[in-house]
């Protein structure tokens, strides 16, 4: 049973930067494709990124591509998710997700293991 705690939200300003991190434990993190979802107040789970077991291969959704930058340490049991040049928009409780397949990333119930979420806002 793989087990994820996010951390790193918190409130920052427009334009500002945070760095969340997800440390994985109870499964081989390094077979595992990590992703970052997140979910706005009133709205539905939104996919962020993702990456593959290696880190060779990542992905974004276009409304964060060239601001955030997913990256993970296999030795830490970790994956991270740099985001620059934050905006009102990317307000949000961003969520770390675990599963075995590359495929079909973008879809939340392909993910077998996720995180309790942690907080970002940003303000304006």
């Known amino acids: 049973q793989v087990q994820l705690v996010e951390s790193g939200g918190g409130l920052v300003q427009v334009g500002g930067s945070l760095r969340l991190s997800c440390a994985a434990s109870g499964g081989t993190f390094s077979r595992l494709t990590m992703s970052w979802f997140r979910q706005a107040p009133g709205k539905e789970h939104e996919f962020v990124s993702v990456i593959d077991s290696s880190g060779g291969s990542t992905a974004y959704a276009d409304s964060v591509k060239g601001r955030f930058t997913i990256s993970r340490d296999n030795a830490k049991n970790t994956v991270y998710l740099q985001m620059n040049s934050l905006k009102p928009e990317d307000t949000a409780v961003y969520y770390c997700?675990?599963?075995?397949?590359?495929?079909?990333?973008?879809?939340?119930?392909?993910?077998?293991?996720w995180g309790q979420g942690t907080q970002v806002t940003i303000s304006s």
């Open positions: 997700a675990a599963k075995i397949f590359w495929r079909d990333y973008t879809t939340r119930a392909q993910y077998g293991y």
